[in-house]
């Protein structure tokens, strides 16, 4: 067994643990330390790969705004001690059940489909310096506009959450 | 040419009215309302006068194309102004008292809420009766009489508010339907027969023998079923009676001048076809006199002023049809013109007495109105005269040809139509004397109101009357040696003028005359002595007996259709409607709408609003989407 | 078919991490009524597509795959954004982040 090998299953064993405690655990809280977890996991698969930049951007946009931003509400709202909703027996049997349907289709499309084709590899492509290249040239138009499409999803969060405030006064 | 422009602001300028009332009317005072819809009519009598003095010199007939209307196969039908000597003379009557009749209702109407819509109907009126009598084809004939009906139906349910008035109206709109029928289905023959619709092509195509005889038959027997239709003949008259609902200018204008005789118009139009027809002609011969003398006996017992007036049109009509039959069809346009004037002036002293009296139309409540309304008293009575046929009044001689004619023909109708004439004077005395002689017999409210009609009202009285009084001059009969005028004037319109004028000698004719007048002189004076010698007055309506019973029933002719017409068809309608319409048609209706209703209830169940299982959904459908692609590969 | 883009590591091999990723979100997002952990589980979901597409950028030498990658992760950055500040007002006005309530919206 090589080491990348032998890293890879780690990482894959840690996300997958993270990934079911996120799902199952009571507390928000926990939720939110189990995505952390499984989000530095799946940048270390990008680091495995050796697509730095992704990984680097992962771990601020994911780790670093999103995931704050969840931990923020939580803790500003309270949620951690809200009283577990109890949720149906059903229910979680009938989300297994499709889950677990949706996985055996995709594992069933992932065993008839069996054209792939490697290319030869490039080392370099995940660095920042080709994405760098690639954003700035060909996808400079999506790029400015991704711009504005956080611009504009700034804008109606503060919005959505400053009506509030009128309405109640 | 300027002067086809002239003659189409005939027909174009009462359309013009019509919508200038129609549109603004509400905006305008009354004043102006009146003033513009009757001068559309006024100039186009104008104008017409000049066309008819240009014919009398022995000019052509005016005859130009407006436009192409629209082309089937090799035929295009164009609009066409035709104006020959006999519609000169109809356009003349028309607009004539229909300019008389407009002034007459600027008072007559003043106080109607509805006044702007009143006179647009009547322009409107005005419109397709000349379009009627001014096309050149038979087509153009069809849309002025199909928009007299359309209008005649409007004035006839004017005051809508009163249900019976409605049913009136609608009687009167279905009735000329049966008869319309009749006339498309002749002009359908007279087209494929012919070839075209146009009245010169027509008859030009009829003088080559383009129908044979027993077709001739069926085309004109079609044609005068639609006449009888618009003119109120056995069958198809009940309308008429009931259409004096409407105001009575419009009784006097559409009732009783014009729109009832345009079938006359139509058969003598089409007198090409019908000389083809001898067989047509006797029956139109006998339903004429046979109306006349049914029409005469219902009038002899009726007690409503305006009731009395309509079954004397009627039975006129019938008189006219008659002269028709005989194959007169100048006599029977004489009689048109002069019943036109002594007619609309009764009408319109009628409405001057029911003016007076407050809307009351019951003449048993009359009597006396000799003092209050002179004017009035003077022309209905010259009126009277001129229709019960004395002379030297118009009705006289019009009425005196007829009989000639059909003495000529058939002893038998001659003695009928003498009964006629007895009757006629009788039932018009009777009117006369029971409204304007004795005492007032009505309330003292109504006593007090009695007054005589204002200016606007009585001027078109007089005019008429004069008319009536000198419109005999038209045709003078053969023994008094003066040139008959119309006999002269219509020629060129009659293909077959061979029996123009009567061809008895002297002495036969003078006694006829001399029985007629003689007869209606009896009748007067038989009236005079029940109704103002005697001064009986007629017993209200459940005391009749006898004939006068049958007679005041109208011989139970309305009874009589509702029972062989109207039961059935209400029968089959209840049948359609309970059957066809409740379980087949409401049934497939139902049953669509039940299975939605249905299929809704059950996927509204799926609806339940829980985000979870929206979700679910989602991912089990996706689930199904992948997995048909996996099976499909 | 076993196409290895790291030494020993193959394609498939990230596949089947990939899969099961995501099916745990999905299992998440069905099972929990939680508003909150109902978005992690989606954003779980999205960073499983994320991996599976640089896997294949790797696998086919391209950038593209990541740059794609790179505006799926700014528009997630949206989206969290904005549904977070939903469910603040969604808080605010329930006292409840259960999803269930939104059956309310139904009425």
Known sequence: MELSELIFYILAFIGIVAALVTVTANNPIYSILGLIVCFFTISAHFVLMNAQFLAMVNIIVYAGAIIVLFLFVVMMMNLNDLPRSNTHIIWKISGAIGAGALMLLLVASLKVSGNLVQSPTKGDIGLIHSLGHALMNEFLVPFIMTSILLNSAMIGAVLLSKREKQLQK | ?633 | MDIEILNGVSVQQYLWLTVILFSIGVLGVLSRKNAIIIFMSVELMLNSVNLLLVVFSKMHADTLGQVFVFFSMSVAAAEVAVGLAILVMMYRNTKSINIDILSKIKE
């Open chain 2, 1 to 633: 040419m300027p002067s086809n422009n002239l003659y189409l602001a005939v027909v174009v300028l009462p359309l013009i009215g019509f919508f200038v009332s129609a549109l603004f009317g509400k905006n305008l005072s009354k004043k102006v309302v009146g003033l513009i819809a009757s001068s559309v009519i006024i100039i186009p009598f104008f104008i017409i006068l000049k066309a008819f003095i240009g014919l009398l010199n022995g000019g052509e007939m005016i005859h130009f194309y407006l436009f192409k209307w629209f082309a089937v196969g090799h035929y295009s039908v164009n609009f066409g102004i035709q104006i020959d000597q006999l519609s000169v003379l109809m356009v003349m009557l028309i607009t004539g008292v229909g300019s008389l009749i407009h002034l007459y209702s600027i008072s007559y109407m003043h106080d109607d809420e509805n006044y702007s819509n009143y006179f647009s109907y009547l322009n409107l009126f005005v419109f397709f009766m000349l379009v009627l009598v001014m096309s050149d084809n038979y087509l153009g004939m069809y849309i002025g009489w199909e928009g007299v009906a359309l209008t005649s139906y409007l004035l006839i349910g004017f005051w809508f508010k009163n249900h019976e008035y409605n049913d009136a109206a609608k009687k009167a709109f279905v009735m000329n339907r049966v008869g319309d029928l009749g006339f498309l289905v002749g002009m359908f023959f007279v087209f494929y027969y012919t070839g075209s619709l146009e009245f010169t092509k027509v008859n030009a195509a009829l003088g080559m023998g383009a129908m044979v005889p027993p077709l001739a038959f069926i085309a004109s027997a079609a044609m005068f079923l639609g006449a009888t239709g618009k003119s109120a003949q056995i069958p198809l008259f009940t309308w008429l009676p009931d259409a004096m609902a409407g105001p009575t200018p419009v009784s006097a204008l559409i009732h009783a001048a014009t729109m009832v005789t345009a079938g006359i118009y139509l058969i003598f139009r089409s007198n090409a076809l019908f000389s083809l027809a001898p067989d047509t002609l006797n029956i139109i011969a006998i339903i004429g006199i046979a109306t006349a003398l049914y029409a005469a006996l219902v009038g002899l017992a009726q007690n409503d002023i305006k009731k009395v007036l309509a079954y004397s049109t009627v039975s006129q009509l019938g008189l006219m049809f008659l002269a028709v039959g005989v194959g007169a069809y100048t006599t029977a346009l004489f009689h048109v013109l002069t019943h036109g004037f002594f007619k609309a002036l009764l009408f319109l002293g009628s409405g001057s007495v029911i003016h007076a009296m407050g809307g009351n139309q019951d003449i048993r409540e009359m009597g006396g109105l000799k003092k209050y309304m002179p004017i009035t008293y003077a022309t209905f009575l010259i009126g009277s005269l001129a229709i019960s046929g004395i002379p030297p009044f118009s009705g006289f001689f019009s009425k005196d040809e007829i009989l000639a004619m059909a003495f000529q023909q058939n002893i038998v109708l001659w003695v009928l139509g003498v009964a006629v004439s007895m009757m006629t004077a009788f039932y018009m005395f009777r009117l006369l004397f029971l409204t304007f002689s004795g005492e007032f017999r009505g309330s003292s409210q109504e006593k007090s109101h009695l007054h005589e009609s204002p200016l606007l009202m009585t001027v078109p009285l007089i005019v008429l009357a004069v008319l009536s009084a000198i419109a005999g001059l038209l045709g003078l009969p053969a023994v008094f040696h003066a040139p008959h005028f119309l006999n002269n004037f219509l020629s060129p319109i009659v293909v077959h003028s061979g029996e123009g004028h009567p061809h008895l000698n002297a002495s036969t004719e003078y006694m006829l005359m001399a029985i007629a007048t003689v007869s209606g002189i009896i009748s007067i004076g038989l009236a005079y002595t029940k109704y103002v010698s005697k001064k009986s007055i007629p017993s209200v309506d459940t005391l009749y007996t006898g004939l006068s019973k049958w007679a005041n029933r109208k011989f139970y002719i309305d009874e009589i259709y509702d029972f062989l017409f109207v039961r059935p068809v209400k029968w089959v309608s209840d049948f359609l409607f309970r059957v066809v319409d409740k379980l087949l048609v409401d049934g497939i209706v139902e049953l669509s709408g039940k299975v939605s209703i249905l299929t809704g209830n059950v996927i509204r169940s799926l609806q339940t609003g829980q985000t979870s299982f929206y979700i679910l959904a989602m991912v089990l459908s996706i689930c199904f989407i992948i997995g048909y692609y996996l099976i499909g590969i």
